[in-house]
T-cell receptor, first 112, second 116 residues
């Protein structure tokens, strides 16, 4: 079963704008990760935030985590057409070795 | 190799046939995972290997699905008597370890399976 739910399901913006995607989950976690997928193929890891962290930055990416609300957000600043992709959040639970629980993803389209 | 590789990249088969999908993880990664993704959906976990053993195979949808890993490296996912609902992209991932802490997973490009 899937763990996370991203919203919106689809997001369309212009280059230069910021894109914010949200993720909610249902059970306690060890960490939450964001992945990017181009053209329905392999996923690329973007960032990992641990359950005791509240915010993390990596380049133009900013991730927040609110464990009390069981939610996370991914912000991409100054978006580019090359950021067009599907973005997935995935959670790692302490009770389950190794596996990640993925949401259905947000399809981001950035128009030049 | 530099990354996770999977073969074949595409596989078209007839209903009822058996298929084998292969995954070569990143050298030295002890944990290996199989997921599948149907069109427009998220990733569905299938099985997790730590070394050659599979401590979590809870995601395998039926007994037609099996997987093995040998030498702590290459893994094959076998689907017997394929059905049309097996059509999906099958993704393999590896990580340095598969501890409950959950580390970054590195994904292969996937195998797109089409069952006619």
């Amino acid at each position: 079963s899937q763990q996370g739910e991203e919203d919106p399901q689809a997001l369309s913006i212009q280059e230069g704008e910021n894109a914010t995607m949200n993720c909610s989950y249902k059970t306690s976690i060890n960490n939450l990760q964001w992945y990017r997928q181009n053209s329905g193929r392999g996923l690329v890891h973007l960032i990992l935030i641990r359950s005791n962290e509240r915010e993390k930055h990596s380049g133009r990416l900013r991730v927040t985590l609110d464990t009390s609300k069981k939610s996370s957000s991914l912000l991409i600043t100054a978006s580019r057409a090359a950021d067009t992709a599907s973005y997935f959040c995935a959670t790692a639970r302490g009770s389950t070795l190794g596996r990640l629980y993925f949401g259905r993803g947000t399809q981001l389209t950035v128009w030049p | 190799g530099a990354g996770v590789s999977q073969s074949p990249s595409n596989k078209v088969t007839e209903k009822g046939k058996d298929v084998e999908l292969r995954c070569d993880p990143i050298s030295g990664h002890t944990a290996l995972y199989w997921y599948r993704q149907s069109l427009g959906q998220g990733l569905e976990f299938l099985i997790y290997f730590q070394g050659n053993s599979a401590p979590d195979k809870s995601g395998l949808p039926s007994d037609r699905f099996s997987a093995e890993r040998t030498g702590g490296s290459v893994s094959t996912l076998t689907i017997q008597r394929t059905q049309q609902e097996d059509s999906a992209v099958y993704l393999c991932a590896s990580s340095r370890e598969g501890l409950a802490g959950g580390t970054e997973q590195f994904f292969g490009p996937g195998t797109r399976l089409t069952v006619l």
